[in-house]
């Protein structure tokens, strides 16, 4: 799985967004939710933290794995779904770099932010939860078969691990 | 979910064991079964040269749908009455390998490319003891 950590925390979020802004929140409900930065759970606080400081957000989206591009496609399509993202000025990502840059690319003209970035790979447990044990060379960190928490790795990378809020 | 990689070649996996060794077999059916590095069919079929071109004796072969959850592999309950264990899954599905077997060799049957990034490939570290 690949490992997420966040760039963001909630206030500087909030700075990139307008009070104007209509606002889709997008999660990816695989290795993300496995890191404890999206999934349902998640996706859903973020929203309702977003709705509670007066943000206009028109829409919670889960998607089964961000990184498929298809899968971002439909929404563009499905009748469904097309009107809300036609009205959609900004989309709040909760994925790794490549669910990120898939989303970008297909919503070309809209405010695209990234929260999470991808460091490595990592193997979860319920027990231990995720670590990571192969970093991305960028990291600087060595494999450790032991592997690092995500707390450890985030203050080690000086980035933030687990929920937005 | 999917990291990038690649099948490492048959002769060199070969390599790795010898006539009469007690070995087990693991794959995840997730992003090495997708890049036909890893998988169920794959599995039966390097299972089977190995045991013809060598002379191993192939103990359990375990499919897992994700090899870099332990709760899947201690659900499959994997014996540790083997001399070495032959993993086709990305170098994090070795890591629990390795991780719950620290004294039993696990020959890495794939090797990890990177994480996808877009257009980019994110390099990994090689971890010591795989086939770089």
């Known amino acids: 799985m690949i ?8 206030e500087q979020l909030k700075k990139k ?22 999934g349902r759970k998640n996706l859903k606080a973020l929203a309702e933290a977003l709705e509670k400081d007066g943000f206009d957000v028109i829409r919670q989206e889960l998607v089964g794995v961000s990184c498929q591009p298809p899968l971002i496609r439909e929404r563009t399509k499905h009748k469904a779904t097309k009107e ?16 990120f840059l898939k989303v970008q690319r297909v919503f070309r003209k809209k405010k695209i932010i990234q929260v999470g970035a991808s460091v490595g790979l990592g193997a979860y447990s319920k027990k231990g939860g995720m670590r990571l044990v192969i970093p991305l060379e960028e990291t600087g960190l060595a494999p450790s078969v032991e592997g690092y928490t995500l707390e450890e790795a985030a203050r080690k990378l000086k980035m933030q691990s687990g929920p937005v809020v | 979910m999917v990291c990038a990689v690649e099948a490492v070649p048959y002769e060199k996996i070969k390599a790795q064991f010898k006539k009469g060794e007690r070995v087990s077999i693991v794959t995840c059916n997730t992003c090495t079964r997708s890049q036909e590095a890893g998988g169920a069919k794959l599995m039966e ?4 040269k190995l045991v013809q071109d060598v002379g191993i004796e192939v103990v359990e072969e375990i499919v897992l749908t994700i090899g870099c959850n332990f709760d899947y592999y201690d659900y499959a309950k994997p014996t540790s009455d083997v001399d070495k264990i032959l993993c086709l899954g990305c170098w994090a599905g070795w890591s629990v390998i390795k991780r719950k077997f620290p004294k039993i060799p696990v020959v890495a049957g794939v090797r990890t490319l990177g994480v996808p990034a877009m257009n980019e490939m994110l390099q990994v570290v090689t971890p010591e003891g795989v086939e770089s």
Do not use: F, H
Request: net charge negative.
């Open chain 1, 3 to 10: 490992v997420v950590l966040r760039n963001l925390d909630y």
């Open chain 1, 84 to 99: 809300i993202y036609n009205n959609a000025t900004a989309i709040v990502v909760l994925a790794c770099t490549d669910g």
């Open chain 2, 45 to 48: 079929e390097i299972s089977q």
């Open chain 1, 17 to 38: 967004l307008d009070p104007d802004d209509k606002i889709v929140v997008w999660s990816c409900n695989d290795c993300t939710k496995y890191c404890d930065l999206g």
